[in-house]
């Protein structure tokens, strides 16, 4: 076991309010490179002219209520079937989190959109392209109030998790890096680190291998079971290089905005010290990768 930096555990935005009026509604088309296009339907206005404009307005969920919300607006104009047209690219920097969707119409009050219909196929399996620049990521997606919401991801380098291999002893995984001048010279001498949110000096490395962009690592669950004390351990997977700032791995190379729910792994039995315990991956709010080992079920009788 040895120390390193700081957990990174940021804390959960707040969901949004109930909206009880009927807001309009939007569909949107993503491109390969990460931008969106959205078609708003709106409330019984004509197009826009030079006696008012229209926007897309876009806000970000806060943790802090006193904090002030990003916001970021996109004109919006006639598409040529009488809808209203806004373009999302992948060049205009949006910061991580969730952003609520919402339309301005002239003088009317800010309306908060429902989500249309979705074509999302051109994030599936995406490939960024050879580039040192930020992957943006953005994924629309229905609120439980049935909202239309953007999940948005910018990250350089990127660490993305592919296939999650579950066995008994721990898991074997591997992922791709993207955004760094020379992957395979970055991920020469990397490790994966899982660090512990209960305690930051708890610190568990394992090396990876390498092949040009790609990585792999196993990691049992043996080391972080002998520290576990009862409740919920969580541990945190990062990539580190040999020389360089680490990089959380995730998934977000796809359309699903919310991993967590969709991306189910089994847990195994774990022998601790401190009492029976299990084990098992899984994806967090953000879609990151972390494990989790937790007290054990009592066997059906």
Known sequence: MTTSAPR???ATPPEEPTIVSA?????CIADSAGG?????DVWGRPAPTGDWTAALVLRRRVADA???????RLPLSPN????????LPSTVALPEGRWDMHVACGEDDVRRLVPGLNDLRSLVDRTPSQSTSPLAVRIPYATKHGNLSLRSWLRVPHAEAADIQVESAGITARGVLYRVQDPQAWLAGAVVEARCRRDAALVHTVPTT???AEFAFTLTYGPLAEVWR????VWDLWLRPADGEPVRIARILD???DKKPVFVYPTRSVTAEYAPAQAGPYYTADNDLSLRIDEREPAAR
């Open 255 to 257: 359309d699903i905005a």
């Open 36 to 40: 969106l296009t959205f078609d708003v």
């Open 8 to 10: 990174h555990h940021p």
């Open 80 to 87: 040529g079937d009488g809808r209203l047209r806004a373009v």
């Open 210 to 212: 390498a092949e040009g």
């Open 230 to 233: 009862g409740g919920l351990d």
């Open 66 to 72: 006193d904090a002030d919300s990003d916001e970021v």
């Open 23 to 27: 807001p309009p509604r939007a569909d």
